[in-house]
Nanobody, 114 residues
Framework: VQLVESGVGLVQAVGSLRISCVAS????????LRWYRQVPGKQLALVAY???????KYADSVTDRFTIFRDNAKNTVDLQMNSLKPEDTAVYYC?????????WGQGTQVTVSS
């Protein structure tokens, strides 16, 4: 399974950005797609996830600002980020978890300037 993110972005605070991830390979019909982010020197943090059955969870810090979308037919997951803050600056990773394992993309940089 391969995951490729797109949507590297530099945006001003209070702006919006949408990042995407496409998965390919042997993908099962039941899986969870997640977005994580990491700031240098800090631990990887879960941003949001969305299962094939549409269960969703967001980190408290992004609730009401970020929305996760998925297209099961295309095996894509997007993260729409609104009202961005400088503290949202991070490398964002998409992840797919299914019975056979947990897979990761290479990450995409999102920078929010104040």
């Amino acid at each position: 399974v391969q995951l490729v993110e797109s949507g590297v972005g530099l945006v001003q605070a209070v702006g919006s950005l949408r990042i995407s991830c496409v998965a390919s390979g042997r993908i099962f019909s039941v899986n969870t797609l997640r977005w994580y982010r990491q700031v240098p020197g800090k631990q990887l943090a879960l941003v949001a996830y969305l299962t094939t059955s549409r269960a969703t969870k967001y980190a408290d810090s992004v609730t009401d600002r970020f929305t996760i979308f998925r297209d099961n037919a295309k095996n894509t997951v997007d993260l729409q980020m609104n009202s961005l803050k400088p503290e949202d600056t991070a490398v964002y990773y998409c992840s797919l978890r299914q019975t056979m394992g947990n897979y990761w993309g290479q990450g995409t940089q999102v920078t929010v300037s104040s």
